[in-house]
């Protein structure tokens, strides 16, 4: 008889936790069964495992083999599990060393032949295992990755066979190193001076970026509207390596491998309008990450805003305020980050158009059309543009536009002072912080709230002015908001204007 213990993780939405893999080899008929909440997925390890071990050059252990995954009240699945089973038998059936498991944490997914697959939640794992000291065996594509992690002791192998042969001392233990950075994909990016025109979009796009504000860009067909969007990565500054490290995690819990080129490039994620709300936001029967998390630290872009379903948008309104996402299920909870800037583009009307001969809806029509985005909702932009037709001759000309890297420039400058006055940007901060880090004079504040009544505007859209006020005043280096600056952000309200119009 023979009892192993082997250290591993299952992933519970972000979080790996701690799961022991105890197998135990006993006389009797020859058997082989698992046992603590395993999926469907987890079940079918025993051929898995089976080939593997016999493909590596072992003989499969003709016993009764008992694998119990505890702690048993923690659901488990993934492939992620092969390769801890298969060491735990080959441990208990004296094949390997039992002494070296005490320092080390398995994950791979095992192929028949024995080769290590990669399993999602790699980073995950290396976090988890890193923060209790243990080293991370696991495959060559998800050690590359893992390695990253600060402070992550990590062991690559290619098969069992080789990893059984390290265990036994016949080849030599290598800690896997974090390859170095590539050069970034950054600057592959879509420029800003390819972009004729629109210098009021490409102000409202510079202040979104400045801030992390939440930007609607409102125009007809062909004005460039999805164009602008689209370059909004290539002015926002290089992620930090703890941001960066959280991007990567959550790509990897989502079997998505972020490429080392853009390691430190904010994501930018671009959903059709006929995504479900499960898809935009996360969930299912096993919890996974949506869009907004998957956007974390970077910019989700919603095309064609009214098209999708009221309800699907309703549901970001929560995650925009509070920068996360809870999935509740009858046997589990689970949190996902979600810092996300939202960048929405839309035509006025069902017809693309709201004024001009090619006008073909009534105003009817047209509050019908912008009925579909709920008031609330629209209270959660900072920014609304206009993006309109460019003038006649126009398209002909040469660009000659700011490049992107200009931009990126005042960008950045505007956001160190915003980290060094607050420790956070303008568009987290909350109305007590805005009293504190940007205070308004007395004139200043009453000729606020004068603008915000006669425009009918709800109190978030007064703080979410001042917070706009405050970005403008950063890029322009001042240490205080001038009236001018209150001018600026209460000019960028279009979508107010339109609604104004039309019920008039």
């Given at each position: 008889?023979?009892?192993?213990?082997?250290?591993?993780?299952?992933?519970?939405?972000?979080?790996?936790?701690?799961?022991?893999?105890?197998?135990?080899?006993?006389?009797?008929l020859?058997?082989?069964?698992?046992?603590?909440?395993?999926?469907?997925?987890?079940?079918?390890?025993?051929?898995?495992?089976?080939?593997?071990?016999?493909?590596?050059?072992?003989?499969?252990?003709?016993?009764?083999?008992?694998?119990?995954?505890?702690?048993?009240?923690?659901?488990?699945?993934?492939?992620?599990?092969?390769?801890?089973?298969?060491?735990?038998?080959?441990?208990?059936?004296?094949?390997?060393?039992?002494?070296?498991?005490?320092?080390?944490?398995?994950?791979?997914?095992?192929?028949?032949?024995?080769?290590?697959?990669?399993?999602?939640?790699?980073?995950?794992?290396?976090?988890?295992?890193?923060?209790?000291?243990?080293?991370?065996?696991?495959g060559?594509?998800?050690?590359?990755?893992?390695?990253r992690?600060?402070?992550?002791?990590?062991?690559?192998?290619?098969?069992?066979?080789?990893?059984s042969?390290?265990?036994?001392?016949?080849q030599?233990?290598?800690?896997?190193?974090?390859?170095?950075?590539?050069?970034?994909?950054?600057?592959?990016?879509?420029?800003?001076?390819?972009?004729?025109?629109?210098?009021?979009?490409?102000?409202?796009?510079?202040?979104?970026?400045?801030?992390?504000?939440?930007?609607?860009?409102?125009?007809?067909?062909?004005?460039g509207?999805?164009m602008?969007?689209?370059?909004?990565?290539?002015?926002?500054?290089?992620?930090?390596?703890?941001?960066?490290?959280?991007?990567?995690?959550i790509a990897?819990?989502?079997?998505?491998?972020?490429?080392l080129?853009?390691?430190?490039?904010?994501?930018?994620?671009?959903?059709?309008?006929?995504?479900?709300?499960?898809?935009?936001?996360?969930?299912?029967?096993?919890?996974?990450?949506?869009?907004?998390?998957?956007?974390?630290?970077?910019?989700?872009?919603?095309?064609?805003?009214?098209?999708?379903?009221?309800?699907?948008?309703?549901?970001?309104?929560?995650?925009?305020?509070?920068?996360?996402?809870?999935?509740?299920r009858?046997?589990?909870?689970?949190?996902f980050?979600?810092?996300?800037?939202l960048?929405?583009?839309?035509?006025?009307?069902?017809?693309?158009?709201?004024?001009?001969?090619?006008?073909?809806?009534?105003?009817?029509?047209?509050?019908?059309?912008?009925?579909k985005?709920?008031?609330?909702?629209?209270?959660?932009?900072?920014?609304?543009?206009?993006?309109?037709?460019?003038?006649?001759?126009?398209?002909?000309?040469?660009?000659?536009g700011?490049?992107?890297?200009?931009?990126?420039?005042?960008v950045?400058?505007?956001?160190q002072?915003?980290?060094?006055?607050?420790?956070?940007?303008n568009?987290?901060?909350?109305?007590?912080?805005?009293?504190?880090?940007?205070?308004?004079?007395?004139?200043?504040?009453?000729?606020?709230?004068?603008?915000?009544?006669?425009?009918?505007?709800?109190?978030?859209?007064?703080?979410?002015?001042?917070?706009?006020?405050?970005?403008?005043a950063?890029?322009?280096?001042?240490?205080d908001?001038?009236?001018?600056?209150?001018?600026?952000?209460?000019?960028?309200?279009?979508?107010?204007?339109?609604?104004?119009?039309?019920?008039?």
């Open positions: 008889m023979g009892l192993a213990i082997v250290r591993t993780c299952a992933l519970l939405g972000m979080e790996a936790l701690d799961v022991t893999v105890e197998v135990h080899l006993a006389n009797g020859p058997a082989f069964n698992i046992v603590g909440l395993p999926e469907t997925s987890v079940k079918e390890a025993k051929d898995r495992v089976r080939s593997a071990i016999l493909n590596s050059g072992f003989s499969f252990p003709a016993k009764r083999i008992t694998v119990n995954l505890a702690p048993a009240d923690v659901p488990k699945s993934g492939g992620r599990f092969d390769l801890p089973i298969a060491i735990g038998i080959l441990a208990a059936a004296a094949e390997v060393p039992l002494a070296c498991l005490d320092e080390m944490a398995f994950c791979g997914e095992l192929a028949l032949s024995g080769a290590i697959r990669p399993v999602s939640g790699a980073i995950a794992t290396a976090l988890s295992m890193s923060e209790q000291g243990f080293t991370l065996v696991t060559e594509q998800d050690a590359q990755a893992a390695a992690v600060p402070d992550s002791k990590v062991h690559a192998s290619a098969s069992l066979q080789a990893l042969a390290t265990l036994n001392g016949q030599a233990f290598v800690l896997q190193m974090a390859s170095p950075e590539e050069p970034s994909q950054a600057n592959n990016l879509l420029d800003m001076s390819e972009v004729q025109g629109q210098h009021l979009a490409k102000r409202a796009l510079e202040l979104a970026a400045a801030g992390a504000h939440n930007l609607l860009m409102l125009g007809p067909p062909g004005t509207k999805t602008l969007a689209n370059r909004l990565p290539g002015i926002l500054p290089r992620l930090t390596e703890q941001q960066a490290i959280e991007v990567a995690a990897s819990v989502s079997s998505q491998q972020r490429e080129g853009q390691w430190y490039v904010p994501p930018f994620r671009s959903p059709h309008h006929s995504a479900s709300m499960v898809a935009l936001v996360g969930g299912g029967s096993n919890p996974r990450p949506g869009e907004i998390t998957l956007a974390h630290q970077g910019v989700l872009f919603l095309d064609e805003l009214p098209e999708f379903s009221r309800a699907t948008l309703d549901a970001l309104r929560q995650p925009l305020e509070s920068g996360e996402v809870h999935i509740s009858a046997a589990l909870q689970v949190r980050p979600a810092q996300f800037q960048i929405a583009a839309m035509n006025p009307s069902p017809c693309g158009y709201y004024q001009g001969q090619q006008l073909r809806s009534n105003p009817d029509q047209i509050l019908k059309y912008l009925g985005l709920s008031g609330p909702f629209l209270d959660r932009f900072d920014l609304s543009v206009e993006v309109t037709a460019l003038p006649q001759g126009t398209l002909s000309k040469h660009a000659t700011e490049s992107s890297e200009q931009i990126k420039q005042r950045s400058r505007a956001r002072l915003q980290m060094c006055r607050a420790g956070k940007l568009s987290q901060l909350s109305g007590k912080e805005l009293h504190r880090d940007a205070e308004l004079n007395p004139a200043n504040s009453e000729f606020l709230e004068q603008s915000i009544s006669q425009l009918g505007l709800s109190a978030r859209a007064f703080h979410r002015v001042w917070r706009l006020a405050r970005t403008i950063d890029l322009k280096q001042q240490a908001i001038q009236r001018q600056d209150l001018v600026e952000a209460l000019s960028y309200r279009a979508m107010d204007r339109l609604l104004h119009r039309l019920s008039n």
